[in-house]
């Protein structure tokens, strides 16, 4: 039988550890954990995360606090809201949502972030604590810190022996998944849109996580028997049959065909999702308890 991962089950016991950790700094004398989420535009579907996201933080007693910007707003209007929430000491984690509009430079933004502030764990200084093995200091991005749980559950901690693909290459999660599946001694292999063979390469891996972006891509001979999957892909398909203007969630993986080839698959929704936002919440008690000293 597979194994279907339950991420909503896993999220949950993340939020309760963090919701107990929250509340002992309160405690001990501290402030709450504070978390500022920064969105700009009016893309529906960042606007779906971003309000999870802050209903999630209230509900782990957090000081959540959003901070919603107009599509026109301009570079530096951006930056200096970044810098006022790096000087305010009520805030220990910022996240500012992506993409950003067309006419902003995500990566300055990103960068002016404080390290010790990104919850995220996308500036430089926390991304190259992750690759060069620093796993105590720094913060890693929720989206992998999040798939590595799910993978552990399967495996455990150590990955030795196991051949592992990612599938996408970006800064958000392909790199630093990789990263961390290295650091958990996996033979890594990173695909992307111009390697040559996909699903050779899906087809030697124990463990195969999917972010594409690509609806249901990863078909069932790409996946080897007995393989653990790992779904990162949130596709929104049109799905008129439920009414106009509705669609429907699928993940980069066809889960129906794979499910029965594989050992361990993580569906769309409740997989890899629900992780993203409680690792979110963790790493923010995570620098709040580190601010607190
Ligand atoms: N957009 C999609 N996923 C993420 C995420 O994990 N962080 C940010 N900042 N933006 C995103």
Redesign the pocket.
Known sequence: MTTVIDGKAAAASVVEAVSAAAEKLETLGHRRPGLAVVIVGNDPA?HA?VGAKSRMAKQCGFNSIQHTLPEDTAQDDLMALVASLNADPEIDGI?????LPKHLDSDPV?QSILPEKDV?G?HVVNAGKLATGDMDTGLV???PAGAMILVRQIHGKDLSGLNALVIGRSN??GKPMAQLLLAANATVTVGHSRSRDLPALARQADILVAAVGRPEMVKADWVKPGATVIDVGINRIDAPERGEGKFRLVGDVAFAECKPVAAAISPVPGGVGPM?IAM?MANTVIAAYRRAG
Request: aromatic share 12%; hydrophobic share 45%; glycine share 0%.
């Open positions: 960042s995360y996240l500012v949502q992506l993409p990103i995220d996308l991005s929720c989206t958000l999660f993203t979110l």
